[in-house]
């Protein structure tokens, strides 16, 4: 991996919106961030399809707002039959992006449906639609929470790969070196896909701290005994942040990483202040 002065592409993730007030305040922030240039925006999906329509809508807006968008997949209790059907409304909304996941159990669900692994999807996406779509799929530098073993997390994005996919997106974390290591295997195993950088802008500690206990993803001591020093200092953890984060991302971008991929929790300003910062963008 080497520097280059080109531009680093960037994409950025929203949610969907659960009401039309919040509806309107995200056209807001896309507007906002827009001039970053994002080569594409991934919208999220809600556990057991609950905001599957919310989805399809955010990407049909962002699409006519003339930005390339991806809908998140998942595959979690759903039938070949289901899944046709939704990559065939993906084709006449105009989509050429996905992001192809598992997707989690939703509580007190039975089985997981014709799919058990976002491979298998993967693999299905292609026999159905051929080379129609462009698929990331998920990479977890410090492994997926459910994987047994790092050896058998880097097998199940293996074959991930092998099935199809054009290009993964991190789960975020804060110690680079993880994802060089994750990178590093995974070529080792046969997967050389461009592995897309997850960034997790710094803004609200005990919501980050919660969060990363819940997916998994490792905020390393010192920067949480840091935050936790700040109390509810907000300008002090946002301050802090702003410099942890953009010194992970300079070091991905020497290392010279494909693209990064900003989670931006449906707000313009962590994001900007960011790419401000690493002068990327407007």
């Known amino acids: 991996m080497t520097h280059t002065n080109a531009p680093l592409p960037i994409s950025m993730e ?29 919208v999220t999906y809600g556990a057991g399809g609950s905001t599957q329509d919310g989805t399809l809508n955010t990407v049909r807006a962002i699409l006519s707002e003339g930005f390339d968008a991806a809908p998140h997949f998942s595959c979690i209790g759903a039938s070949k039959a289901t899944v046709r059907t939704q990559l065939q409304q993906f084709k006449e909304a105009g989509i050429r992006r996905i992001v192809a996941l598992r997707g989690d159990l939703p509580s007190g669900y039975g089985g997981f449906g014709e799919f058990r692994y976002a491979s298998e999807l993967v693999a299905f996406i292609r026999e ?34 092998k099935a199809g996919a054009n290009a993964a997106l ?86 010279g990483v494909p693209g990064l991929h900003f989670y931006t929790m449906n707000q313009a300003g962590p994001v900007q202040a960011l790419c401000d910062r690493l002068g990327l963008g407007a």
């Open 170 to 255: 991190t789960q975020y974390f804060y110690n680079s070196d993880a994802y060089f290591r994750f990178v590093e295997e995974a070529e080792a195993a046969g997967a050389f896909i461009p592995v897309i950088p997850g960034i997790m802008p710094i803004t609200n500690s005990s919501q980050l701290l919660r969060f990363s206990d819940a997916c998994g993803a490792e905020v390393p001591r010192w920067i949480r005994t840091r935050l936790e020093g700040f109390g509810d200092d907000k300008a002090s953890i946002q301050a802090f942040g702003l410099d942890v984060v953009t010194d992970l991302c300079e070091q991905l971008r020497c290392a």
């Open 14 to 42: 929203f949610f969907p919106p659960k009401t039309p007030d919040g509806a309107d305040k995200l056209a807001a922030v896309r507007q906002q961030l827009y001039p970053l240039k994002p080569t594409y925006c991934s």
């Open 128 to 161: 159905e639609t051929g080379d129609h779509f462009h698929i990331e799929v998920a990479a977890y530098p410090e492994m997926h929470p459910q994987a047994r073993n790092p050896q058998a997390d880097i097998k199940a994005y293996v074959a991930k790969v």
